[in-house]
T-cell receptor, first 111, second 114 residues
Framework: GNSVTQMEGPVTLSEEAFLTINCTYTATGYPSLFWYVQYPGEGLQLLLKATKADDKGSNKGFEATYRKETTSFHLEKGSVQVSDSAVYFCAYYQGAQKLVFGQGTRLTINP | DAGVIQSPRHEVTEMGQEVTLRCKPISGHDYLFWYRQTMMRGLELLIYFNNNVPIDDSGMPEDRFSAKMPNASFSTLKIQPSEPRDSAVYFC????????????FGPGTRLTVT
């Protein structure tokens, strides 16, 4: 069935390190893809999105490129900060207004 | 602008009691979603509404759960009777749809059933 598979966490990095969180999906066609972020004690908020193949979404120094060949949407950031500590969710649009979320990857950045 | 508002933020109750969670979506948004988040199962969609009408409730775990949306600015999720396995964080989200897929989440209600 349709699903999203994310890199298992937790992920712990030092400040200014390079970040990659892997995400692959199984779905019919080429759905819109999203990364959401959940800061401690808060709800999820959209970080970035890509609506078609080869699109690159970017926001707050984060980037993800829609790769249809590998059905992937990996999240990257060149230099992470302590304030990036959060849980990151990959998701795709299933249709009928529904999003399918991955399990989430907890990221901790140490100073 | 006010975002999605949920109340209460925390709820502790005893097994067997009725629990009601409340949500006010962003004004003008036609879609409202209820999610449950647990460590074991991640984020699950329970039910969603379009223009106050329930569209898909296939994620509602069992008859103990019910949701209503009496008007465009208010929705409730009720659990009766509650059980310890219902302990989770419940999120409400809204979106303007149908071509805008971004969902705006509330801060969540952390429910603990003892």
């Amino acid at each position: 069935g349709n699903s999203v598979t994310q890199m298992e966490g937790p992920v712990t990095l030092s400040e200014e390190a390079f970040l990659t969180i892997n995400c692959t999906y199984t779905a019919t066609g080429y759905p819109s893809l999203f990364w959401y972020v959940q800061y401690p004690g808060e709800g999820l908020q959209l970080l970035l999105k890509a609506t078609k193949a080869d699109d690159k979404g970017s926001n707050k120094g984060f980037e993800a490129t829609y790769r249809k060949e590998t059905t992937s949407f990996h999240l990257e950031k060149g230099s992470v900060q302590v304030s990036d500590s959060a849980v990151y969710f990959c998701a795709y649009y299933q249709g009928a207004q529904k999003l399918v979320f991955g399990q989430g990857t907890r990221l901790t950045i140490n100073p | 602008d006010a975002g999605v508002i949920q109340s209460p933020r925390h709820e502790v109750t005893e097994m067997g009691q009725e629990v009601t969670l409340r949500c006010k979506p962003i004004s003008g948004h036609d879609y409202l979603f209820w999610y449950r988040q647990t460590m074991m199962r991640g984020l699950e969609l329970l039910i969603y509404f379009n223009n106050n009408v329930p569209i898909d409730d296939s994620g509602m775990p069992e008859d103990r759960f019910s949701a209503k949306m009496p008007n465009a600015s208010f929705s409730t999720l009720k659990i009766q009777p509650s059980e310890p396995r219902d302990s989770a964080v419940y999120f409400c989200a809204s979106s303007s749809g149908p071509n805008d897929y971004e969902q705006y989440f509330g801060p969540g209600t952390r429910l603990t059933v003892t």
